[in-house]
Antibody
Framework: QVQLQQWGAGLLKASETLSLTCAVYGGSFSGYYWSWIRQPPGKGLEWIGEINHSGSSNYNPSLKSRVTILVDTSKNQFSLKLRSVTAADTAVYYC???????????WGQGTLVTVSS | QSVLTQPPSASGTPGQRVTISCSGGSSNIGSNTVNWYRQLPGTAPKLLIYSNTQRPSGVPDRFSGSKSGTSASLAISGLQSEDEADYYCAAWDDSLNGVLFGGGTKLTVL
């Protein structure tokens, strides 16, 4: 039973870099895509991007210029960096495992990241 | 950015059957499978239906999914108070080369 646990800084100032890490427990790290998804307060879900165990990544075009997703197979972890954040990046950020048929299961517990100006 | 269109709200009384629609286009629902997620207040979304019609283990058969052309639907029968939640559809989009989510539907059990 795969479980995801995520952590990272919850309060940032505008122009700083958001940094989150997600650890994968209890399952195979290969054979899946590892994803990040965010949800602004009171709003819907937005896919940020994904990476596989070999480091092949894919990003949402709307965020591509500011996003980097990395994988550390030695620790079964993957991470998200979002540069030059603004108040519009305030959201709950989730990590999730994405199957080859593109469904997300399971999800991490979520991290609220607040960007102050 | 959402191009998967869901009604913002839906409601029903206990025991009723409700359906939530998800409308897309040829680059997403029309050519890829649809997945549904349920999000209880203050919690992470959870997979409810995958590959249009499949239920993960532990999901009651009161929940069912269907897809036709560029639209999909989630049906909940025997509505229960604990079904109050936000429901999201999602599908891979070939133009985006990524996953698109619907805007979400807030289900209220009256």
């Amino acid at each position: 039973q795969v479980q995801l646990q995520q952590w990272g800084a919850g309060l940032l100032k505008a122009s700083e870099t958001l940094s989150l890490t997600c650890a994968v427990y209890g399952g195979s790290f290969s054979g899946y895509y590892w994803s990040w998804i965010r949800q602004p307060p009171g709003k819907g879900l937005e896919w940020i991007g994904e990476i596989n165990h070999s480091g092949s990544s894919n990003y949402n075009p709307s965020l591509k210029s500011r996003v980097t997703i990395l994988v550390d197979t030695s620790k079964n972890q993957f991470s998200l960096k979002l540069r030059s954040v603004t108040a519009a990046d305030t959201a709950v950020y989730y990590c999730a495992s994405m199957s080859l048929d593109n469904w997300f299961d399971p999800w991490g517990q979520g991290t609220l990241v607040t960007v102050s100006s | 950015q959402s191009v998967l269109t869901q009604p913002p709200s839906a409601s029903g009384t206990p025991g009723q059957r409700v359906t939530i629609s998800c409308s897309g286009g040829s680059s997403n629902i029309g050519s890829n499978t649809v997945n549904w997620y349920r999000q209880l207040p203050g919690t992470a979304p959870k997979l409810l239906i995958y590959s249009n019609t499949q239920r993960p283990s532990g999901v009651p058969d009161r929940f069912s999914g269907s897809k036709s052309g560029t639209s999909a639907s989630l049906a909940i029968s025997g509505l229960q108070s604990e079904d109050e939640a936000d429901y999201y559809c999602a599908a891979w989009d070939d133009s985006l080369n990524g996953v698109l989510f619907g805007g979400g539907t807030k289900l209220t059990v009256l």
